[in-house]
């Protein structure tokens, strides 16, 4: 096994089992910002052209009925331009608190320790301090590093929806 490898499994066994769903949350979180930005940046023109060449082939821009089809195709890219985007910010919200519920796990084994040994075995609590402290750095830093992507997310999110709303628009 690789130097690299075994560095990152210590980390892992000396932060106890809660930074093993901060690493799960990490994946999904890193999996759905990639999603996102590749719909953004790779799919979204084909729909956006799609449903302007739909809204272009209408004879009728502007009876009241015209508007009701505008306002769905407006609808449907909203809604697909919005999957998962209200996902990442929750995840990110909530990597800090499963880094608390790990300190409060890694608490929970130094009083152990307290109490079955004595408050003389600084090794054994060790163990514990260090359980407690690396699920709050690994959430605290998973989430600081994943909120600009958020940001960016969400402003290519507004940006989008003003051009979908102008390039569906009717003809003077």
Request: proline letters at 4%.
């Amino acid at each position: 096994m690789t130097p690299f490898l075994t560095g990152i499994l210590d980390f892992m066994d000396r932060g106890g089992p809660v930074v093993w769903a901060i690493l799960v949350l990490t994946v999904v979180l890193v999996w759905l910002i990639a999603e996102r930005f590749w719909f953004f940046y790779r799919e979204f023109e084909d729909l956006l052209s799609i449903h302007k060449q739909t809204w272009e082939k209408q004879t009728d821009q502007h009876s009241w009925f015209a508007e009701q089809i505008r306002r769905q195709l407006i609808s449907e890219l909203d809604c697909q331009m919005q999957v998962n985007l209200k996902i990442i910010p929750m995840l990110i919200a909530l990597l800090p608190m499963f880094g608390l519920l790990g300190t409060v796990t890694g608490m929970i084994q130094v009083f152990d320790v307290m109490a079955s040994m004595g408050s003389g075995n600084a090794r054994a609590m060790a163990n514990g301090v260090s359980a407690a402290t690396i699920p709050t750095m690994a959430g605290m830093v998973i989430a600081l590093v994943a909120l600009p992507f958020a940001a960016r997310l969400d402003r290519t999110y507004k940006g989008l929806q003003r051009r979908v709303s102008k390039h569906i628009q009717p003809a003077n």
